[in-house]
């Protein structure tokens, strides 16, 4: 009975330790939950964060493409801006060349015109004087005109004079 005893003394003491580590293990086990518990509240929490990042990920992911969109857009604008100023600075050029060319001959012409005009001026100068020359011709060759005419009828008078006394002279004479 003895041994019976210190069987169930030892049964007694075996329970009590397995309870004291049943309480342990069920404290134990309870922290664990908790600990659990918190990393499942941690994980759902850094999911959320997770999804969030993601989103704004996409979000500058799509920003970032509308920019580099923007950007491409930018810079065919710049460089068709950078060929219609070649194309304009080509065309300034041109028309500069032209420009030059233009006053050059413009120059010229009012040299020429300047000189025509001149020489219309002398011309006009010549012929005033021609004109000039032209009347005073006429008024002279009027006169010579008038005097020939006067000469002319003197002449004939005296024809007719010298007629006359030539056959009175006849006519005395026979």
Do not use: F, H, P, W
Request: proline share 0%.
């Amino acid at each position: 009975m003895d041994g019976i005893k210190k069987k169930m003394i030892a049964m007694k003491l075996e329970k009590e330790n397995a309870m004291e580590r049943a309480v342990q293990y069920e404290e134990l086990l309870k922290k664990k939950e908790e600990e659990r518990e918190k990393r499942e509240n941690e994980i759902s929490e850094l999911n959320t964060k997770m999804k969030q990042a993601q989103i704004d990920c996409d979000e500058v992911q799509e920003t970032l493409q509308e920019q580099m969109n923007k950007l491409e857009e930018t810079e065919k604008r710049a460089t068709n801006a950078e060929a219609e100023v070649a194309a304009m600075t080509r065309r300034i050029r041109l028309l500069e060349e032209d420009l030059e060319v233009s006053s050059s001959r413009l120059t010229e012409t009012l040299t020429k015109l300047e000189e025509a005009s001149k020489t219309a001026e002398e011309s006009e100068r010549g012929r005033k004087d021609l004109e000039i020359r032209s009347i005073a011709d006429d008024e002279r060759l009027n006169q010579l005109e008038d005097q020939q005419k006067e000469a002319k009828y003197i002449a004939e008078d005296a024809d007719r004079k010298y007629d006359e006394a030539a056959r009175k002279l006849a006519y005395c004479g026979s």
